[in-house]
């Protein structure tokens, strides 16, 4: 699905598995946002394929936290040129945690080339800003992409509803600062680890008003 000009969407439409939505950005440098489950892959290979692109083609892939429906399939681009970013944090709490994840996880001896943090990332064409967004997952991070006010939450929020706090070092109070600060940003679109886009600046506060005055009270 395009969304915009040089942005589509791998929506994760199955009504009984559970796997993340895939984002890819075309820009002078392909860039793929959260490559989902291992077993799934095809949902994304097949998605670009209907563009006429392959895995081969990437050039990054972010990942916005360390959960297995979301990082698995780095494993894929193990020996292609793709660059593999994930947050430094993010990687500690994979290491830590991941025993608790058996072999689900399965990526805690990988390391990834680019260690992310807060601030800017230029990728090519494209200026995100690394967003550390913790509560969901200890080092999750959201991208930010102010040029189209595009905001990448992975499962930190969705359209009606925030990412769960009792998997492993989860933490609601956290999650709900973690919010409040992305409800500061200019955004148009959320594009999140599940369910569908919230599209317009007004269904955006819309949004994080809803999530404030209604979620925040079960966390
Ligand atoms: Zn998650």
């Known amino acids: 699905m395009k969304i915009l000009d040089n942005l589509h969407a791998f929506l994760w439409e199955h009504p009984m598995a559970n796997n993340c939505n895939t984002y890819f950005i075309d820009g002078f440098k392909k860039i793929l946002i959260d490559p989902g489950h291992y077993d799934f892959f095809s949902h994304v290979r097949d998605g670009l394929a209907a563009l006429s692109l392959t895995p081969e083609d990437m050039d990054v892939v972010l990942v916005t936290h360390g959960h297995p429906d979301h990082i698995e399939s780095v494993r894929i681009f193990a020996d292609m040129k793709a660059l593999i970013a994930v947050s430094q944090k993010e990687m500690d709490f994979i290491r830590e945690v991941a025993p ?28 995100l800003q690394v967003i550390e967004s913790p509560g969901h997952s200890p080092g999750s991070v959201c991208f930010y992409w102010p040029d ?39 955004v148009e679109y959320v594009f999140s680890g599940h369910g569908e886009p919230v599209t317009g600046g007004t269904a955006v506060q819309q949004n994080f008003q809803e999530i404030e005055s209604f979620w925040f009270g079960y966390i």
């Open 148 to 186: 189209h006010k595009v905001l990448f939450s992975g499962d930190v929020l969705f359209n009606g509803g925030i990412g769960r706090t009792d998997l492993p070092m989860g933490n609601g109070e956290i999650l709900k600062e973690s919010i409040h600060r992305l409800a500061g940003l200019d």
């Open 100 to 127: 608790h994840y058996g072999q689900a996880l399965a990526v805690e001896d990988f390391e990834p080339p680019i260690l992310l943090r807060e601030g800017d990332l230029q990728l090519g064409d494209v200026s």
